[in-house]
């Protein structure tokens, strides 16, 4: 190994490096053992080497020259993964979110023409360069969250050149981005007002006329699909997202939101999670917690919409893997604040710290498909976030209101 090129960050009153701790189901509060006075060794292609004590990663490494970046002696922990946005949008839906609290339903909105098919307009009204801007900004507030990986949703154009319009403001968006953006393709949110056509034929447009092109300028590899009364139900979510999967797609979904349904597709077609879920019943848990698809709760959109919470524990202690995520959009998740969300779940769904900082990691790293991010471990990337406190646990009990003081990605400070 070069050591000249390798960095030590440290020293930090605690590491929390989530190593070790199980992919799937309940986790113990005491199976968070912070290292004490740690530091961590980065590589030039910033990968983490090693994360230890602070003082025998000096006497091992430093006489041979590395580079030391000081800390003020504070908590350091993987940076979140949020694993589901709609981050890519234009305009306000404040006048959605008076009517539901007026007494109308997101659903009932959207049928009399507001709510998804709003923002339709919206984006459809922008021009890709005015997306991409957006998509900055929002990205920028995600990172000084402590966010260092995130994925990002089409699913406001709704027509071959709106989706690939929204789709390639999301591609040149990463070429400037520190983090990694996962883009995916959410053509099938909505059967649009101006498609000529059933359900089924507007998805069968998509998949001949739109995932071609995708593939061809490489602008996604994940499908993403509502399934729900007022979007799509599941046997053409089902014959949608298998043809999706025949032609390489890996397979995410919206699931459960309102009525049961969703899960039960994505556990079936192997999906790599389902999203949502504040309409699962003990069978949809059940199904869930002994598949491989993770299933992601949005506490955000629980929150956007004055509904009830995904069971975040029921399906925990059933086995299942629980990734928790913003869900971001103009919406139903309007607050864009990821660790506030999932303190609240916390304290809703009792959800002890080791649980939830898993779901921010690398929970929510498996239901992306990505093995080297989420845990400050040896071949991980070297994304991390350090808050000013003196012990993990003030993290979640500030529900957001502190954040992180630095952040990092593969060994960059962003923040
Ligand atoms: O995850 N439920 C469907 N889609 C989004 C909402 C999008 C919107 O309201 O603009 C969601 O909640
Ligand atoms: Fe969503």
Same mark, same amino acid.
């Given at each position: 190994?070069?050591?000249?090129?390798?960095?030590?960050?440290?020293?930090?009153?605690?590491?929390?490096?989530?190593?070790?701790?199980?992919?799937?189901?309940?986790?113990?509060?005491?199976?968070?053992?912070?290292?004490?006075?740690?530091?961590?060794?980065?590589?030039?292609?910033? %990968?983490?080497?090693?994360?230890?004590?602070?003082?025998?990663?000096?006497?091992?490494?430093?006489?041979?020259?590395?580079?030391? %970046?000081?800390?003020?002696?504070?908590?350091?922990? !993987?940076?979140?993964?949020?694993?589901?946005?709609?981050?890519?949008?234009?305009?306000?839906?404040?006048?959605?979110?008076?009517?539901?609290?007026?007494?109308?339903?997101?659903?009932?909105?959207?049928?009399?023409?507001?709510?998804?098919?709003?923002?339709?307009?919206?984006?459809?009204?922008?021009?890709?360069?005015?997306?991409?801007?957006?998509?900055?900004?929002?990205?920028?507030?995600?990172?000084?969250?402590?966010?260092?990986?995130?994925?990002?949703?089409?699913?406001?154009?709704?027509?071959?050149?709106?989706?690939?319009?929204?789709?390639?403001?999301?591609? %040149?968006?990463?070429?400037?981005?520190?983090?990694?953006?996962? !883009?995916?393709?959410?053509?099938?949110?909505?059967?649009?007002?101006?498609?000529?056509?059933?359900?089924?034929?507007?998805?069968?447009?998509?998949?001949?006329?739109?995932?071609?092109?995708?593939?061809?300028?490489?602008?996604?590899?994940?499908?993403?699909?509502?399934?729900?009364?007022?979007?799509?139900? !599941?046997?053409?979510?089902?014959?949608?997202?298998?043809?999706?999967?025949?032609?390489?797609?890996?397979?995410?979904?919206?699931?459960?939101?309102?009525?049961?349904?969703?899960?039960?597709?994505?556990?079936?077609?192997?999906?790599?999670?389902?999203?949502?879920?504040?309409?699962?019943?003990?069978?949809?848990?059940?199904?869930?917690?002994?598949?491989?698809?993770?299933?992601?709760?949005?506490?955000?959109?629980?929150?956007?919409?004055?509904?009830?919470?995904?069971?975040?524990?029921?399906?925990?202690?059933?086995?299942?893997?629980?990734?928790?995520?913003?869900?971001?959009?103009?919406?139903?998740? !309007?607050?864009?604040?990821?660790?506030?969300?999932?303190?609240?779940?916390?304290?809703?769904?009792?959800?002890?710290?080791?649980?939830?900082?898993?779901?921010?990691?690398?929970?929510?790293?498996?239901?992306?498909?990505?093995?080297?991010?989420?845990?400050?471990?040896?071949?991980?990337?070297?994304?991390?976030?350090?808050?000013?406190?003196?012990?993990?646990?003030?993290?979640?009990?500030?529900?957001?209101?502190?954040?992180?003081?630095?952040?990092?990605?593969?060994?960059?400070?962003?923040?």
């Amino acid at each position: 190994m070069n050591y000249k090129n390798l960095t030590i960050y440290g020293p930090f009153v605690q590491a929390i490096t989530l190593e070790d701790l199980p992919d799937k189901g309940a986790i113990a509060m005491e199976a968070i053992v912070p290292i004490k006075n740690a530091g961590i060794l980065v590589d030039e292609k910033g %990968k983490v080497v090693e994360c230890g004590i602070y003082s025998h990663l000096v006497d091992s490494y430093y006489a041979s020259a590395p580079k030391i %970046k000081s800390m003020h002696p504070q908590v350091v922990l !993987p940076g979140f993964i949020d694993s589901h946005t709609h981050i890519c949008f234009a305009g306000s839906r404040a006048n959605d979110f008076e009517m539901r609290n007026s007494g109308k339903s997101y659903l009932d909105i959207a049928a009399s023409g507001g709510g998804i098919w709003s923002s339709v307009q919206h984006v459809r009204n922008a021009t890709e360069e005015q997306l991409v801007q957006n998509l900055n900004e929002n990205i920028k507030n995600c990172i000084s969250q402590g966010i260092t990986c995130i994925e990002v949703k089409s699913g406001y154009g709704l027509s071959v050149v709106e989706e690939v319009k929204m789709l390639r403001a999301i591609k %040149k968006a990463q070429e400037n981005c520190p983090i990694k953006i996962v !883009p995916t393709c959410l053509a099938a949110h909505l059967k649009p007002k101006d498609f000529d056509g059933s359900n089924a034929e507007y998805l069968t447009y998509i998949v001949n006329e739109l995932l071609p092109i995708i593939k061809e300028e490489n602008l996604s590899d994940r499908i993403d699909i509502f399934i729900e009364k007022s979007a799509f139900s !599941p046997e053409e979510g089902l014959n949608y997202v298998l043809q999706a999967k025949n032609l390489g797609f890996k397979i995410t979904v919206h699931a459960d939101q309102f009525t049961p349904g969703g899960s039960r597709v994505a556990v079936e077609v192997g999906a790599l999670s389902a999203d949502h879920l504040e309409a699962s019943g003990e069978e949809e848990i059940q199904v869930l917690a002994t598949s491989e698809t993770v299933a992601t709760a949005l506490p955000g959109a629980s929150l956007g919409l004055g509904e009830s919470f995904t069971p975040a524990r029921k399906l925990l202690d059933a086995g299942a893997c629980l990734a928790i995520a913003s869900d971001w959009n103009p919406g139903s998740a !309007p607050m864009g604040q990821l660790l506030t969300q999932a303190s609240i779940l916390a304290t809703y769904e009792k959800l002890n710290a080791a649980e939830v900082f898993s779901g921010l990691c690398f929970r929510a790293a498996k239901a992306l498909d990505i093995k080297n991010k989420g845990k400050l471990s040896a071949g991980f990337d070297a994304d991390f976030q350090v808050y000013d406190v003196e012990d993990y646990r003030e993290i979640l009990y500030h529900q957001g209101s502190i954040r992180p003081t630095q952040v990092y990605s593969k060994g960059i400070s962003l923040v």
